[in-house]
């Protein structure tokens, strides 16, 4: 007790160097746990892009393949799904629901995805978080449009905007369906998904613009206007890929297996967890590159803390000699300074993980809409270990002080120097 009334007195006696030392540590411990935090979050947000979903359907490819094209809307498929195959899936008994998707279009650089109502039903991303709107409605109209958070913020979209939809996914020489506009009815909450930078509008409205269409070329004299089309058979004749639910997920597997011996036409059914897992591997050097970054905090900020420590030393020379020679031991100043060190590290500790979770719950809804990073207010698995991993080296980094101070002799702190 006496050796820490003795530190804490004399932290109280140098408050500028020490608050320095404590912000030194708490920026550290800010920062690590932040991209810590950040990484966690990530990956967890990344392999629940899709959740409640048992299986992704495609034409036959490969699984990283289909969910590529199908979810994040990467590259192109290489081939489509038959309605008929569609519906021959979705009326198999263990299917719940389907939600099917179109894709081949785009509006000023973002995909366009036809579907159906279902979609903002069935679709759920995290932790089962259903789709919100945060203003207006899902399509009702044949020519509705449902935007995401990223595409109204960027091209400062609002309901009731009218929108041209472009033939083919990039490129200068696309053709716009500019003959069928269609009319925004709502604009869909930041999901940090892939839905944020997606322009949602009905199966049928993607039959519709290309009534009068083949191969990718408009049919010379057989436009078709907005209303002419509302009146033709607008079922669809073909998808890009669906999304199912089961009544059971005891029976993924079997329907799996279903789908993949399809005899019709080659298809392909894979679990979105075992393909968003597949993903990550092949992007792990993205999280590698996280842990360096955290190292390198680390290290930082405990090489900052060592060198205050070091710089008020020098200072204290007197005041280490004027305590030997009051019977203080070489070992008692020794823990004097690595008790010093361990409570400064404490208390950078808290200053970081307080100021860690204000800005996490004052920037959460601006990393999500701006980012699409979900960062959650709940400390990461790993914290703790890297807390205590700190709480160490803050020990350890006294040590080195406490060793200098233990070398030097006591006629050097006594000495007037002049």
């Known amino acids: 007790m006496k050796l820490l009334s003795l530190t804490l007195k ?12 404590v912000f030194t540590v708490a920026l550290s411990v800010f920062l690590l746990l932040g991209v810590e935090r950040v990484r966690t979050d990530a990956r967890q947000g990344f392999a629940s892009t899709v959740s409640g979903t048992d299986l992704l359907v495609g034409a036959r490819s490969g699984p ?4 590529l094209y199908s979810i994040f809307h990467v590259g192109e498929a290489t081939n489509n799904i038959t309605w008929k195959s569609y519906q021959a899936i979705r009326a198999m008994p263990e299917v719940a629901w389907t939600v099917p998707l ?21 679709y759920h991303y995290g932790r089962g978080n259903a789709l919100a709107f945060t203003s207006g409605k899902p399509f009702a109209d044949l020519y509705d449009a449902v935007i995401g958070a990223e595409v109204a913020r960027q091209l400062h979209y609002k309901v009731g905007d009218r929108i041209v939809l472009s033939h083919g996914l990039g490129g200068p020489n696309l053709a716009s369906h500019a003959d069928k ?3 925004i009815s709502g604009v869909v909450a930041p999901t940090g998904t892939p839905v944020d930078a997606t322009i949602a509008v009905s199966l049928e409205a993607i039959e519709a613009i290309h009534v009068d269409w083949r191969s990718g070329m408009r049919l010379p004299g057989l436009e078709a206007s907005a209303d002419e089309a509302r009146r033709m058979d607008l079922t669809p004749k073909a998808i890009t890929a669906a999304l199912v639910g089961l009544h059971s997920r005891l029976s993924a597997f079997a329907v799996q297996g279903a789908i993949n011996d399809y005899d019709e036409e080659p298809l392909l059914a894979v679990l979105p967890g075992v393909a968003l897992g597949e993903l990550w591997h092949l992007i792990g050097t993205a999280e590698n590159a996280l842990r360096v970054v955290s190292g390198m905090v680390l290290l930082v900020g405990m090489s900052g803390m060592l060198t205050a420590l070091l710089g008020m030393l020098g200072e204290r020379r007197r005041e280490m000699a004027v305590l030997r020679a009051l019977g203080a031991s070489t070992r008692t100043v020794f823990s004097l300074l690595v008790m010093e060190s361990t409570l400064l590290t404490i208390a950078g500790m808290l200053a970081g993980v307080i100021l860690l979770d204000a800005t996490t719950a004052l920037a959460h809804d601006y990393l999500l809409a701006v980012a699409g990073l979900v960062i959650d207010e709940t400390p990461a698995p790993g914290e703790g270990v890297l807390l205590l991993v700190v709480l160490a080296l803050g020990s350890l980094a006294g040590c080195i ?8 002799s006591l006629a050097d702190g006594l000495q007037v120097r002049l």
């Open 401 to 408: 002080p406490g060793w200098v101070a233990y070398r030097r």
């Open 102 to 122: 179109s894709l081949g279009d785009s509006h000023r650089g973002f995909r366009v995805t036809g579907t159906t109502a279902d979609f903002f039903t069935h």
């Open 10 to 21: 004399s932290l109280r006696q140098r408050k500028a160097g020490v608050a320095l030392t």
């Open 64 to 67: 990283v393949t289909l969910l």
């Open 181 to 183: 506009p269609f009319r």
